[in-house]
């Protein structure tokens, strides 16, 4: 069974950063694509971050040059760097990887 379990999120003001934390359990982390989406309340799932087991990434043009998203195979985590974060990012944060989606952690950005 694979479990897939999020953390880090929190409130912050504008300008600021946070780390979120993914970990995973049950699956081949370094064998799977990992990535992050956000879901902000009214609106659908987006997708912000994603890392191929090559090593490339991909990044929602909003969040281009402000987040980054790395991962750790041997410890089966994945982050996602958040600075100069903005209240348009305020979501719930989602970590996916071999198909399992977690049950994600709130970010508001708020002053």
């Known amino acids: 069974q694979v ?9 912050v003001q504008p ?7 993914c970990t995973a359990s049950g699956v081949g982390f370094g064998w799977n694509t ?3 989406y956000r879901q ?9 971050a994603c890392m191929y087991t090559s090593g490339t990434t991909n990044y929602a ?3 281009k040059g402000r987040f980054t998203i790395s991962r750790d195979n041997v410890k ?21 990887i071999g198909g399992v989606r977690g ?3 709130q ?3 708020s002053s």
């Open 40 to 48: 902000a309340p009214g609106k659908e799932v987006e997708m912000v």
């Open 15 to 21: 300008g600021g950063f946070l780390r979120l934390s």
């Open 107 to 109: 970010v508001t950005v």
């Open 76 to 96: 089966s985590t994945a982050y996602l760097q958040m600075n100069n974060v903005k209240p348009e990012d305020t979501a719930v944060y989602y970590c996916q």
């Open 61 to 63: 043009d909003s969040v």
């Open 103 to 105: 049950q994600g952690t």
């Open 3 to 11: 479990l897939v379990v999020e953390s880090g999120g929190g409130l």
């Open 34 to 36: 990992v990535g992050w």
